[in-house]
T-cell receptor, first 112, second 111 residues
């Protein structure tokens, strides 16, 4: 079974803090993705990576950065957290250009 | 721009059949996927259509018409555990690495 794990299920941070969200997959997938999910808006892509050290901006990259130093690990960084970044963050991975993405359980981040 | 339209909510009765529609407008198209997400859970893959027609997987079927930029997910013999949100997603747009997601349809099943 493919397993995608995320470092925290729930996280509370203060405005201005630097926040790290980590994602690890165990299936040797090339592609990894970070989404945020807000009610009524579906999943919006923040960043994705198709190879180690490679990254591409998604639809809403502002205020975020990513790091992929190893194939199995993809980190999302909020440089200076703001209240409008309160959301559910979902990590996913996929093999090559696959339409089938495997998701982690999500991190519900609250910024106060 | 890229957009996918699906109803925000659908209600059906246990044991019945329900269809969730999805229309899309994207600059490129490779295929249409469907995902299920239970409250508090992660999205899980259900089906994928790259070609026109109906694909059946147990109680779930998915249909695609590329000429109409339209697809649907058909759920038969509804069970209470099918209560969830269902998302359509297009592999296309400017990059075939990405999926472009609809806003999701919340399926409410009544006994």
């Amino acid at each position: 079974d493919v397993k995608v794990t995320q470092s925290s299920r729930y996280l509370v941070k203060r405005t201005g803090e630097k926040v790290f969200l980590e994602c690890v997959q165990d299936m040797d997938h090339e592609n990894m993705f970070w989404y945020r999910q807000d009610p009524g808006l579906g999943l919006r892509l923040i960043y994705f990576s198709y190879d180690v050290k490679m990254k591409e901006k998604g639809d809403i990259p502002e205020g975020y950065s990513v790091s992929r130093e190893k194939k199995e690990r993809f980190s999302l960084i909020l440089e200076s957290a703001s209240t409008n970044q309160t959301s559910m963050y979902l990590c996913a991975s996929s093999f090559d250009r696959s339409y089938e993405q495997y998701f982690g359980p999500g991190t519900r981040l609250t910024v106060t | 721009g890229q957009s996918l339209e699906q109803p925000s909510e659908v209600t059906a009765v246990e044991g019945a059949i329900v269809q969730i529609n999805c229309t899309y407008q994207t600059s490129g198209f490779y295929g249409l996927s469907w995902y299920q997400q239970h409250d508090g859970g992660a999205p899980t893959f259900l089906s994928y259509n790259a070609l026109d027609g109906l694909e059946e997987t147990g109680r779930f079927s998915s249909f695609l018409s590329r000429s109409d930029s339209y697809g649907y997910l058909l759920l038969q013999e509804l069970q209470m555990k099918d209560s969830a949100s269902y998302f359509c997603a297009v592999r296309g747009g400017d990059s075939n690495y990405q999926l472009i997601w609809g806003a999701g349809t919340k399926l409410i099943i009544k006994p």
